[in-house]
């Protein structure tokens, strides 16, 4: 099965800095790579997604970037605040049209500090 | 357009015991997925149904089972509750649609097994 590797698992910047947190995944045949955010005491939000016949899409500070050949996808948070200040966490999965299994990262402790 | 809700918020049982979870999707969603988040595990897929029939599952022991109403409600069930299964439950909706496949995720219910 699908397995997702993330890092780091602690990133500490301070606010304006930019962040990235990196994800490489094993099946080559996974299409779906969703980042989510979640904050204390909430369920996880999904924040970006990318497909795998897209390299790198862009939404206002967040980015995500693709290589399938290499098998690894990176979030980009530019110009952080504090209230980036969350676990995020990648994952991937193999959409057919028949069904969505998420697998996920371990997840990256983000903190923003002033 | 109101969120995925899931009830109840908390949860305390005893070992031995059975739980019943309860998520309400997003309006229209037709797929839900549930996924079981531990500190020591991360966050794990355990089944997604669509169209009341589990399409998906993870691997977690036959304890572990759920089902899905005609309105897409879904709940989830835990026989014989070990304190290993103690964690957040989150449910996630999700369109379905060929091209749709983003999971949107619900508070979760946190399970305390004592």
């Known amino acids: 099965g699908e397995n997702v590797e993330q890092h780091p698992s602690t990133l500490s910047v301070q606010e304006g800095d930019s962040a990235v947190i990196k994800c490489t995944y094993s099946d080559s045949a996974s299409n779906y790579f969703p980042w989510y955010k979640q904050e204390l005491g909430k369920g996880p939000q999904l924040i970006i997604d990318?497909?795998?016949?897209?390299g790198e899409k862009k939404d206002q500070r967040i980015a995500v970037t693709l290589n399938k050949t290499a098998k690894h996808f990176s979030l980009h948070i530019t110009e952080t605040q504090p209230e980036d200040s969350a676990v995020y966490f990648c994952a991937a999965s193999l959409f057919t049209g028949g069904g969505n299994k998420l697998t996920f990262g371990t997840g990256t402790q983000l903190k923003v500090e002033l | 357009k109101a969120g995925v809700t899931q009830t109840p918020r908390y949860l305390i049982k005893t070992r031995g015991q059975q739980v019943t979870l309860s998520c309400s999707p997003i309006s229209g969603h037709r797929s839900v997925s549930w996924y079981q988040q531990t500190p020591g595990q991360g966050l794990q897929f355990l089944f997604e149904?669509?169209?009341?029939?589990?399409?998906n599952k993870g691997n977690f022991p036959g304890r572990f089972s759920g089902r899905q109403f005609s309105n897409s409600r879904s709940e989830m069930n835990v026989s014989t509750l070990e304190l290993g299964d103690s964690a957040l439950y989150l449910c996630?909706?999700?369109?379905?649609?060929?091209?749709?496949?983003?999971?949107?995720f619900g508070p979760g219910t946190r399970l305390l097994v004592l």
């Open positions: 149904y669509f169209s009341e029939t589990q399409r």
């Open positions: 990318i497909r795998s016949n897209v």
């Open positions: 996630a909706s999700s369109l379905d649609r060929v091209v749709q496949e983003t999971q949107y």
